[in-house]
C-alpha cells in the first residue's frame, strides 16, 4: 500500500530520535543499545540494528528491502523520496506493492541544499539532501522530534573502514572516505541552520565513549 508520508507528520512530537548512517563507528555498538530507544535507519541498516523507520532515496533498492522485509518479517516503515535519488531528472519508480510512505522535496543532487525553506515542514513535503541522512533527518523533523543523534556519520574511515562491516552484499563499492566526508559539512551546516527552529543534532562520536582510542580516523579524500 503506498501512503503519503503526511500521515506520520506530529506522530512523535517531542520524541527523542537516533538516525543510524552506516559508518564503521557501528561496528563497536552493541545492537542491543537501541533498544526501547525510536530509530529510523537509512537504506540497508535494517541488516543490523533494528529500525523503526527505514528512509530510502535509491529506488533501485527498494524491491530487494520490500522482499528481506517480508521474508525476515521485519516491521520498520518504509519511507522512499518521491524521485530517484531527490533529483527530479531521474523520474519516478513503479514501486512493488508494499508498505511504503512517499515524501515529496525540493529538486535535488548531490551537494545540492535547498532545505532552508522546508525546516517547517508541509503535510506531504520535508527536507532533503545531498545524503540520505539528511532525508532521514527531514523526516524527524516532520514527525515531531526536536533531539536528533546521529550514529554512523562519521565524516570519514575507521582504520580504512568507511562502512559498517557488510554494508554492502549485493554491489562492489569503491572508497567512500570523500563522501563521508562531503556528507558529514551538509550536515554541520544544517545542524547550525536547525538551531534556529530549537531542533538540536548530536552525534556519537567515534573517539568518544566507544573504546577507540587506539584505531586512526582518516578524513582526507
Known amino acids: 500500500m503506498i501512503r503519503s508520508v503526511k ?7 517531542y520524541e527523542d530520535v537516533w538516525i543510524l548512517g552506516s559508518g564503521s563507528s557501528l561496528n563497536f555498538i552493541a545492537p542491543e543499545f537501541f533498544t ?3 530509530v529510523i535507519g537509512v537504506n ?11 528512509v530510502v532515496h535509491h529506488h533501485e533498492i527498494v524491491k530487494q528491502i520490500c522482499l528481506e522485509r517480508a521474508l525476515d518479517q521485519l516491521f520498520f516503515k518504509l519511507v522512499v523520496s518521491e524521485f530517484q535519488c531527490c533529483a527530479f531528472k531521474d523520474g519516478q519508480y513503479a514501486f512493488p506493492d508494499a508498505e511504503i510512505y512517499i515524501y515529496k522535496h525540493e529538486d535535488q543532487g548531490y551537494m545540492v541544499n535547498n532545505y532552508r525553506p522546508l525546516i517547517i515542514p508541509t503535510a506531504d513535503k520535508i527536507l532533503s539532501g545531498g545524503t540520505t541522512v539528511i532525508d532521514a533527518v ?4 516532520h514527525m515531531g522530534c526536536r533531539n536528533i543523534m ?4 562519521d565524516g570519514g574511515g575507521i582504520d580504512n573502514e568507511t562502512n559498517i562491516r557488510n554494508y554492502y552484499r549485493e554491489y ?5 572516505i570523500g563522501h563521508s566526508v562531503r ?8 545542524r547550525d541552520e536547525l ?8 552525534t556519537l562520536s567515534p573517539f568518544m565513549g566507544l573504546g577507540l582510542e587506539e584505531h586512526k580516523l582518516r578524513m582526507d579524500y
Do not use: P, V
Request: proline share 0%; charged share 25%.
Open 36 to 38: 526501547n530507544k525510536l
Open 7 to 13: 500521515e506520520l507528520r506530529n506522530k512523535h512530537k
Open 138 to 141: 527531514g523526516l524527524a523533523i
Open 195 to 202: 538551531k534556529k527552529y530549537g531542533i538540536n543534532i548530536y
Open 44 to 54: 540497508w541498516m535494517y541488516r543490523h540494528f533494528t529500525c523503526d523507520y527505514l
Open 172 to 176: 562492489s563499492k569503491s572508497d567512500q
Open 183 to 190: 556528507s558529514l559539512q551538509i550536515i554541520i551546516e544544517l
Open 150 to 153: 546521529l550514529c554512523g556519520c
